[in-house]
Structure formats: C-alpha cells, structure tokens
C-alpha cells in the first residue's frame, strides 16, 4: 500500500546533491549562443533594420530577421480556447512592419559566444516611426484609440457573455444593492530559472531540442508545422525545470527561432533568457478590473450578481488563447448558489507584453473579487463574514452542481463537496469564536490584530486525455512512460505511488520517463492541475491491465483462482491467508518465456474536469507605525478528494501561498505612460523571501471523492495560491475596522496602511454581529 503514504520524492536525490540537468547545463560539440534583439518602443512601425556592421562583427554567424524566415511562416497558434476570430491577433516570432509591446523579438544574432552576439547586437540600427500607445484598457477601448490589430476592428478583440436566471429582474427586488469596481494588478510567476533552448541539428537532418517543458508533445507539433519538418525527424528532450507556475513551457517566438537558427547554420544553437528579458517578454498575468454590482436581503443571501470585467491581454494573443477570461468568468460565482448572474468579460489589447496564465489563473482574480464582496455586505448588514458565507453556499445535496456558466469547451459542474463542513472546519481550525477575545488582548497591549477568510472552489483535472504506458522489462525493471511534464510538482513520486499500488513494486523501484517525444509516443502535459487526476488515471488503468495480465499468468501457474491473488511486496500474494506464492522475479520471468509481453498502454480521457475547493484563513497584525501587515497565523483547509501523497499535497499548497503572497502583497510589473516596464528588476519587483512567507497550518480532507476518476482525486496544485488575497485583504479590513479603508485593489502596500492609520479612527460604529 503507497496510496495515501507522503513517501519521499524519488525526484530529490539528483536536485539536492547538484545532479540536476537544465538547459543550461547543456554544452554540446560547436555550440554557439544566441541573442535576441528586441524593441524599444511600445508601439511603432518599423522603417528599417541595418544590420551591415553586425554581421561584420567578430565571431558573428548569423542574423535573422522578419525578413529571413519564410515567407509562408504562419504566426504561433493557440493551444486553449482557440477562437478563429482571434487568429488576426497572434504572435509571428519576429516582428514584420509594427511592433506592439517593449521586448518584442525583431532580430536574433548568433555569434560563437554569448559575448560576440551581444556586442553584435548592440550594432544593429532599428529605425522607428513611433505610433501612440495604449497602456490602460479604459484607455484602449476608446473610439479614438489606435487599433493593434485593425483586422479585428477593435482593441476589445473578444467578449465573453454568461448568464443565469434574470439578473435585473432579482436586483429590483433586492432591498441592498452594493456597486464597487475592483482591480488586480499585472505580474507572474518569476521562476527561479529563466527560460532556454538548445538546440542540435544532425547531419541526417533530424533535429534535436532541448529545454522543452509543461507541453512537450503539443511544441513537438507546433515546431514540426512551423519548419515544416516530419515530426518523426524532431526530437524534443525535456530537462530539469527551476519552476514552471503556467509561465514556462508554452510555444513562445525563441522556440522557433533557435531550431530555424540552428537548421541554418548547421550547429548547435543555446539561448538563455536573462532576467530582464524575462521580466519584459515571458507572459505576464493577472492584470484585470472588475465593476460588481451585488443585490442582497436583509439576510445577507446574495440574490443577483453581475460582473462586467476588462481582462488586460496585452499586445498579442498568445498560446492560451482566452482560457484565463473564460476560466475568471466560470469560476466566479465559487461556492456560491446565487439566483441571478450576469457577467460579461472583455479581452482587451493594449501594447504592453502579452499575458498568458499564471498558478490559479482567473481565479486569484475573481476569488479576491468575489470574497471581498462577500465581506463588503457582511460589513454593511453587520454580520458575521463567516456566516454570510453559511448563507450562500452551495448545499452538499444539491451536488452535483452547475453555475450554468461555460468554460474551456465545458459547462462548470461541481462532482462533489461539502462546502458548509470545510467552512465549519476553518471556523474551527483558528478559534474564530474565540477571536474577539485575542483581539482586545492585543489592542490593550498597543497591537493591532484581524482576522479574515476566503472560500474557494478550484478547477483541475483538465482533459480531454491523457497517456501512459507501463512496462516490466525482461530483466525485472518497471518503467512508467507517461505525457505529462515535471515541473516540479512531484509528478514521478506519485505516479511510482500509484504503479505500486497495483503492481506490488516499491514505488522507488520504477522508473517514470516523460518529456522526449522519442520514448513516450504522445501527451497533453502538465498544466491546468490536471497531473494526477488524468495522468495519474491514465497509469492506474495501464498498470492495473499489466497487473490482469501478471495475475493470469500467475493462475495457470499455481492452478488457483486470479481472483484469490494480488500483487504485493515484490510477491503473489494469496488474498485470503496473505501467504507469498511466488516472488515476482520468478513470475516475470515466467511470462517471457511464454512469450507474453509485458506491456501496458493506456489513454485516460474525460469531458468534464474535476473541483476541489476550500478554505482560507489569515490572522494579521498591523504595526502602527509603519504599516507593516505581518501574518501571525496562515490556515488552509483542502478537500482534495484523495491523496495519493499528503506530503506533496501539503508541499503545493504552501509553495502555492508564498506565491499567492507576492500578488497579495509585493509583486506588480508596472508600466509608465509610454509603455516602458518600471519593474524589471528584483530591486523594483519585490517578491516574498522566507522571511516573509509565515508558518502555513495545512489540513488536507479527503471527504468527497471525486465520481469521474477511478482513484476519486481532485488536483492540489492551484489551491494554495488562490484564496490568500482576499483572506489577507479581509483580515486587514478586519484589523482597521476602526479606520476608513477599503481595499478594493492589489497589492496591499505598507504606504497605504500607513496613511490610513495616520488620517485617524472614524466615528465610533457598534461592534461586528455575532448571529
């Protein structure tokens, strides 16, 4: 038994003892290094690029421009929620007559050393017409605003309408209505490792890259198009990954441009990423506003909702195509069973870099929303914020449960939960009856505390499929072969844990390979928190038909029954008296010999995706002086169906926090009115260090199973980062009940507590409800 056990990662020893292997730690024969040359300007249409001087430059062996890639080149294609109306406004991998956002590739140089190629490119003379820039999406979507794409007509490229029930109908006859506009600010995951590619031409024409991650089959694809090579002749290797958090891994303009580099001079071509360009040019995330209007009863039952919401895009659409629109907009009514909802969603173009997904993406923006609403009225009725929340849940008997809202290709249906236990559970978990008590403690005593919570439903276990083969070699070594990726998630410790399960193999036995599209013939990979829920699937079935076929072979052998065996401790075991009938050395053996291949393959697919969901809780404490939020006490709450391995589980959940920290509380890639990036450094990019990240108290639930997997998971992934905002915003609200705040945009900066704190109590108002 390994389900269930928080076993130790077999992914571990290499990274720990300094084995690992990342891209850049890839130094082939003949090697040369590339740079890319990017645009200055926000938005101007280019009047010429003299590269005379570079290409004279010593140790310089190749230019590219727009100019020099194929003329038929398509642009890069999407890979979610692909809309056809969109296509005007993808991304071609160098820019043609315009560019539209500061970062934007316009040349690549390749020169025999990182050095030689970025002296050549500071020789290259780019010539601009500036054009007007639009940074703001109210600002964009105004009749004068210049177009980014004028085959689309407007810089509003896509709408995205839902409804339910009659929202103006329910809001004139609710006797409270709360109108408030909300914003969440642009930033993204800031992996600790850049990104990079090497790539390797061979004198048979084939083609090797490495440094491919999260979708390591769907780039396969795209490149082999885009070169218009057999995908048989393309190899993609995965390496090691210093984080992935939705921004590594996509299709992006280098992806093309170092294999097209390399097939042209016939070497291997290495580009790394510096952190300036990342800053500017890998996808950002999150940067949206929100105008709620909420209509209640006296009771705090929320009756009618509508959001009308304007999703900054950037200048292109890129390989996620509207998948974070849809996934904001379907995801936000969360636990919630409100009659009316209307929300209308704008993806709106602006010359800033594009944006793509980030851990939780839509809903870290719709959860800050939607919670700090949920407070607002709890604040106006003077009601306990937790049992307004009692008001509005979902009930475990209307499971399962539809928003009547679409999202990727699918209607949001909850498989299962008991929202009202969790919530009872949070409440319980940090003494909330009790906090009052603690509050006025720390008041006597100079200190300022609150205490704030956040509901959440999550998404996972995004199909449509997922592939795995499982194989016992002839000489006893058990190999899982599957689509997904590693990007840190602990993937290849869980899925041994599962091949275990069934094959009776210790889990740190078996071998998982994934990520080189030359051994595993297919996947979807790594994203959306579906690993374990479609992967995983996907071996327990693989592993479970090997499993059939060793126990068959073992019931002709022993003249007993299959269904009175299992496998368990490298043995045949007998079901009934647990005694070893044969050690599965011998039985493996057995099978080859009788010809009888030991090899499973299985594809798991599914139309509907999966919904954990929780609780978040944050207790604060605001110095007075400086404005300062320290988080005394951080609680999660999870219900993640089943756990194959608490240790990774819990391991998510809290690196999920500390980067849902910096959204709450640092991070913000902020631009000026020309469209240049202010914050592309670590000096002005804060995010959270160990200091600031606090003791994260974790409880992981498994009291609804999912029905649409055979192991009844739901995914971990996402979870730990989508509730802090609002569970941090409402625990400052509740700290500075006595001042005039609201907090209704992100990130929460010490300066504005500070001011707050200095303009004074308001007028004395009566002490929070307690029913």
Known sequence: MTIGIGVKRVEDPNLITGNGKYVGDINLADQCEAVV?????????????????AEKSPGVLKILTSADLPDDLPPIPMRLSPEKSLNYALQYPLAKERVRYVGEPIALVVATSRYA???????????????????????SIKLDAPLLHPDIGSNDLFVIHSKKGNFENQLKACPFVLEKELTIQRHSGVPLETRGLVAAPEPDHHLTVYGAAKVVHFNHQVLAKLLKKDMADIRLVETDVGGGFGVR??????????????MQIGRPVRWI?????????????????????????????????????FVDTGAYIRTHGVTVPELTQGMLPGPYDIHALEIVTHVIATNKTPVGTYRGPGRFEGTFVRERIIDMIAQELKIDPTVIRERNVIRKDQMPYTNGIYALGQEIKFDSGDYQSILNKARLAVQWENFEERRKLAEADGRLLGLGFAMFVEKSGLGPWEFCEVEIS????????????????????????????????????????????DKVEKGNGSFATRGTVVG????????????????????KLL??????????????????????????????????????QLKEKYTFSTDHMTYPYGVHAAEVEIDLETGKIKINKYQ???DVGRSINPSLVGGQLIGGMAQGLGGTLYEELKYDETGQLLSGTFMDYLIPTAKEVPEVNINIYENELSPLNPLGVKGAGEGGTVGVAPAIANAVMNALREYSIEIISLPIRPDMVREVIRNGKKSKVPPEARS
Not at 249 to 258: K, S
């Open 37 to 53: 040359v990017r645009s200055t300007r926000a938005h101007a249409n280019i009047i010429s690029i003299n590269k005379e001087a």
């Open 117 to 139: 190629a970025e002296d050549a490119a500071d020789l290259i003379n780019i010539q601009y017409s500036p054009l007007p820039p639009v940074i703001d999406v109210y600002q």
């Open 249 to 262: 891994g996509e299709f992006y303009p280098e992806d093309y441009l170092i294999p097209y580099a390399a």
């Open 273 to 309: 990423e510096d952190r300036l360009e990342h800053m500017k040019t890998t996808n950002h995330s999150r940067e949206q506003k929100h105008r709620v209007t909420a209509g209640f009863n006296e009771k705090g039952r929320i009756l009618a909702f509508r959001d009308e919401i």
């Open 474 to 517: 002839k000489d006893g070594h058990a190999f899982c072969k599957t689509g997904l990726a590693d990007v840190g998630q602990g993937m290849k410790t869980m899925l041994s844990q599962i091949c275990s399960q069934q094959l009776g193999i210790p889990y740190d036995k078996i071998k998982v390979i994934h990520g080189d599209t």
């Open 536 to 555: 995983g699937s996907a071996a327990w079935y693989a592993s479970q038909s090997l499993k059939n076929k060793l126990l068959d072979t073992a019931s």
């Open 559 to 596: 003249s007993i029954s299959s269904d009175q065996l299992n496998l368990s401790d490298e043995s045949v075991m007998h079901t009934e008296n647990k005694l070893k009938l044969i050690p599965i050395e011998e039985l493996i053996s057995e099978c080859y010999k009788k010809g009888i």
């Open 636 to 638: 999660i709450a999870y």
